[in-house]
């Protein structure tokens, strides 16, 4: 029995259980940005792009976006990190 098993590599993990987690929406665009560890992002603009590609009319909360957002650095064993916000704007960074 030992030598006809073969391990499986798991495929698409990650990428699933994020769609458990969050939505598909977020999933997919989540897929489509080049976020990168230890650069730090505005995090309205992002919010904006998303939410007016994906629920045009504003019932998607910038608060479940910062929250997703968190989950998919969770996921990929980062750390989400929020630096203290500036001006009025509120700042992400995903660190390692």
Same mark, same amino acid.
């Given at each position: 029995?030992?030598?006809?098993?073969?391990?499986?590599?798991?495929?698409?993990?990650?990428?699933?259980?994020?769609?458990?987690?969050?939505?598909?929406?977020?999933?997919?665009?989540?897929?489509?940005?080049?976020?990168?560890?230890?650069?730090?992002?505005?995090?309205?603009?992002?919010?904006?792009?998303?939410?007016?590609?994906?629920?045009?009319?504003?019932?998607?909360?910038?608060?479940?976006?910062?929250?997703f957002l968190k989950i998919f650095?969770?996921?990929?064993?980062?750390?989400? +990190?929020?630096?203290?916000?500036?001006?009025? +704007?509120?700042?992400?960074?995903?660190?390692?």
């Amino acid at each position: 029995m030992k030598k006809v098993l073969t391990y499986y590599e798991p495929h698409n993990v990650k990428a699933n259980r994020l769609r458990q987690i969050t939505n598909d929406d977020f999933a997919e665009w989540i897929a489509h940005q080049v976020l990168e560890t230890n650069k730090v992002y505005e995090t309205k603009p992002l919010y904006e792009i998303f939410n007016s590609t994906y629920y045009g009319d504003g019932t998607f909360s910038q608060r479940k976006f910062t929250s997703f957002l968190k989950i998919f650095a969770n996921l990929n064993d980062w750390r989400f +990190k929020q630096p203290p916000a500036s001006g009025g +704007k509120t700042f992400f960074q995903f660190a390692k």
